[in-house]
């Protein structure tokens, strides 16, 4: 099971990479390094969920998993938010994280570990 803050400390300590089909996605979304890394890394505020908060919701009741409630506001959620961890994957465990850049994008990353290393798998807007 993933844990928020060993992806973080990998992204800080630069112990990571992209695969081939994550920088792939990457270039084909027009996201920057430093956007997945900010997605990943930074603390995010109330105001920048007003929006997000119900596209959390709506990714929650897909997978069927716990959905919290924000009714009409949002509360605080740091960057890097997992919303489901992938155990059973025959290629391996994985996990899908919400972050946002500094420039309000959007991200999601699925995170992979390879050889002691953050395996940034895909991300998409």
């Known amino acids: 099971m993933f844990d928020i803050n060993w992806i973080q400390g990998k992204v800080g300590q630069c112990g990571y990479y992209f695969t081939k089909h994550g ?4 270039q084909n979304d027009n996201l920057t390094i430093a956007e997945v890394e900010e997605a990943l890394l930074k603390k995010r505020g109330r105001n920048n969920f007003l929006n997000y908060a119900s596209q959390l919701q709506a990714t929650f009741a897909r997978s069927q998993i716990y959905a919290p409630t924000w009714g009409s506001y949002s509360v605080p959620v740091p960057n890097g938010m997992i919303l489901e961890q992938y155990e059973d994957d025959i290629r391996g465990k994985s996990c899908l994280v919400a972050g946002f850049a500094n420039s ?22």
């Open 23 to 26: 920088e792939q996605e990457r």
């Open 104 to 125: 309000g994008k959007p991200l999601h990353i699925v995170c992979g570990e390879f050889e002691g290393d953050l395996a940034i798998i895909t991300v998409y807007i």
